[in-house]
T-cell receptor
Framework: AQSVTQPDIHITVSEGASLELRCNYS??????LFWYVQSPGQGLQLLLK??????LVQGIKGFEAEFKRSQSSFNLRKPSVHWSDAAEYFC????????FGAGTRLTVKP | DGGITQSPKYLFRKEGQNVTLSCEQN?????MYWYRQDPGQGLRLIYY???????QKGDIAEGYSVSREKKESFPLTVTSAQKNPTAFYLC??????????????FGDGTRLSIL
């Protein structure tokens, strides 16, 4: 079945440390892939998207993601996390329909 | 500024009551979506509409109904048949109707609770 999986439910990092959030997809063809962020009680905000071409995608708020076909992954990264990055992060993707992962909650330690 | 407006932000439902959640967009998007969000389960698609006067069931449509009489509006009714309606409901829209190849823009959600 076509799906998007986020293996990590909750991640804690120290402020200033680097961050990597994992996302794996299961599609026959390369899907369109997105990362969203959600603050408590809010909707989802688009961080970045991948359609084709360059496999390293730059987004807003200093985030980037790398598409790796061989690993069926689209992991989100940030070199130095800020306390304001604490939120829930969703990976989404699809060919003809959008599927979302279950989300990864990020806690930032001072 | 263009965007998606969901109202109300909080809603309470009594047993046996139908309630309607509003979603309005001024982005001129063709497609609109309703998702239900429960802790630890991500977003699950309830209904979606690719064009006015047409809509399709998503993964968890039972107990819900929608209409799409105007391009800007896609209200969701939670009927009394939905036995576990307590959740956070998110409305979204996208530029085209195919769903998978354009990013979706989200409203700020409506939290529905049972009285």
């Amino acid at each position: 079945a076509q799906s998007v999986t986020q293996p990590d439910i909750h991640i804690t990092v120290s402020e200033g440390a680097s961050l990597e959030l994992r996302c794996n997809y299961s599609y026959g063809a390369t899907p369109y892939l997105f990362w969203y962020v959600q603050s408590p009680g809010q909707g989802l905000q688009l961080l970045l998207k991948y359609f084709s071409g360059d496999t390293l995608v730059q987004g807003i708020k200093g985030f980037e993601a790398e598409f790796k076909r061989s690993q069926s992954s689209f992991n989100l990264r940030k070199p130095s996390v800020h306390w304001s990055d604490a939120a829930e992060y969703f990976c989404g993707g699809g060919n003809n329909d959008m599927r979302f992962g279950a989300g990864t909650r990020l806690t930032v330690k001072p | 500024d263009g965007g998606i407006t969901q109202s109300p932000k909080y809603l309470f439902r009594k047993e046996g009551q139908n309630v309607t959640l509003s979603c309005e967009q001024n982005l001129n998007h063709d497609a609109m979506y309703w998702y239900r969000q429960d802790p630890g389960q991500g977003l699950r698609l309830i209904y979606y509409s690719q064009i006015v006067n047409d809509f399709q069931k998503g993964d968890i449509a039972e107990g819900y109904s929608v209409s799409r009489e105007k391009k800007e509006s896609f209200p969701l009714t939670v009927t009394s048949a939905q036995k576990n309606p307590t959740a956070f409901y998110l409305c979204a829209s996208s530029q085209t109707g195919t769903g998978g190849n354009q990013p979706q823009h989200f409203g700020d959600g409506t939290r529905l609770s049972i009285l």
